[in-house]
Each structure stands twice: as structure tokens, then as C-alpha cells.
């Protein structure tokens, strides 16, 4: 879980500055651009967070 919290709040944050700084677009473009680029992010979040939540095992 910490993992997908670290990746939760550093990827998009990450991803937002690369576009901003290196396509050299305004703050909204950059903005618009991360949020697409997120897509597979959360749902690769959705999907782990869904595994965990329908495991069996007992921990």
C-alpha cells in the first residue's frame, strides 16, 4: 500500500513538472496533458488496489 500511495502522489507530480518544463507549454496545457497521461496510472492503481481488496489470505 505505501507503494501505491508513493506512486499516487509522486508520479502525477513528476509527470506535470516533465511536461511543463521540457514540451514548454503554459500551466493549463501541462495540466490537461498530465491528466491523460495519468489514465493508466490510476488504472493500474485501481487494478492492484482491487486485487489486494479481494484477497483471501489472511495476513
Do not use: Q
Request: hydrophobic share 55%; with cysteine.
Amino acid at each position: 500500500m505505501t507503494i501505491l500511495l508513493c506512486v499516487g502522489a509522486f508520479v502525477p507530480i513528476l509527470l506535470h513538472h516533465i511536461v511543463y518544463k521540457l514540451w514548454d507549454v503554459s500551466v493549463l496545457r501541462a495540466a490537461e496533458i498530465t491528466f491523460i497521461l495519468c489514465i493508466p496510472v490510476a488504472y493500474w492503481m485501481a487494478t492492484k488496489i482491487n486485487e489486494r481488496w479481494h484477497d483471501d489470505r489472511e495476513e
